[in-house]
C-alpha cells in the first residue's frame, strides 16, 4: 500500500494491505497491521480480571513472608520496646539498627575476626 488513504474496507485503526479470492468466490480483506489492545476499564474486585487463584497464590506468598520475618519482629519487639516507649522513633531505630540489624563495633569479632 503506498499511500495512507482509506479503503473500502479499512476497519477503524486497521487498514486493509490486500484483497484476495478463494476457489469458492469468497473475496477477503488482509492487512499487515494488528488491532490495538484497549485496557479494561473494570475495577479490581468483585466483577474484576482477579480470579480465585491469583488471590490464593497473593495470600500464600503474604504468609510465607510473614513467616520469614517473624523471628526478625520478635527480636525487634524483645529488644526495642522500652527504647520506643521512653525515647520515641529516632532512639527506635538506633534500637533495630545496632542491637538487631547489624552488630555494633564494640561486638567481639566484628572489627578483628576471632582467631
Sequence with gaps: RPFSLPL???DGDIQMHALTASADSKLAWLSMSRPSRARSSKPLGVGGSISLQTLINFMARV???GWIFMPVIREMRDRC???WIEGGYTQMFQCIRHEVLFAPDTVPGVLVPPH
Design 63 to 65: 504468609a510465607i513472608l
Design 8 to 10: 473500502r474496507g479499512d
Design 81 to 83: 520496646e522500652g527504647t
